[in-house]
Every structure is written in C-alpha cells, then in structure tokens.
C-alpha cells in the first residue's frame, strides 16, 4: 500500500481529479443560481397561469366607450366630457 499507487498521496480525487481542483468552485453557485433562476421562473409561470398576471383593462374597449360609459354613470358632467372627448380627438 503505497501513497504513490493513489497519486497525490492518496488524495488524487480531490486535489488532481475533476476539473483541475478549482471547477467545482466554479460549477457548485452556478449551479445554485441556475436551479433558483428555474424555481422562481416556475413561480412566475403558475402565478400568471393561474389568472395574476397583468391586466390590461377591459378587451375591446376604447377610450370613447369608457368616456362615455363614465359620463352615462353621472361620474363626469357633460363639460368633462365634452373637453375629454375633444382631447381624445374624437
């Protein structure tokens, strides 16, 4: 039983083996980074897939329709409205 037998006095898997000694400090936070880029991107899936991703208001609606629907709710006078409308160029 001789330390040459084992290169590297019978520590060759750590010190010669893999990737020269230093890529498992190199490969071990990429890693983690990698795997927690993964998790979070899944949460923000399931998340936007489940209905809470970002809204973007009433389909189909114009501008013009929601001014008017809010001047037909009495939320705008009929000056607003008009000046409003003028602004949206309609």
């Known amino acids: 039983m001789g330390a040459g037998k084992e290169g590297y006095g019978g520590y060759g898997h ?6 020269g000694g230093w ?3 190199i490969a071990g936070p990429v890693m983690m980074i990698l795997v927690i880029v993964a998790i979070v991107a899944t949460i923000v899936l399931v998340v936007r897939w489940m209905g809470g991703g970002v809204s973007q208001g009433p389909a189909g609606k114009t501008p013009g329709d929601i001014l008017k629907e809010r001047f037909a709710r009495g ?16």
Do not use: S
């Open 14 to 19: 750590m010190m010669g083996g893999g990737w």
């Open 23 to 25: 890529g498992h400090w």
């Open 75 to 90: 939320e705008i006078d009929t000056k607003e409205f008009e000046e409003r409308r003028k602004a949206l160029g309609e």
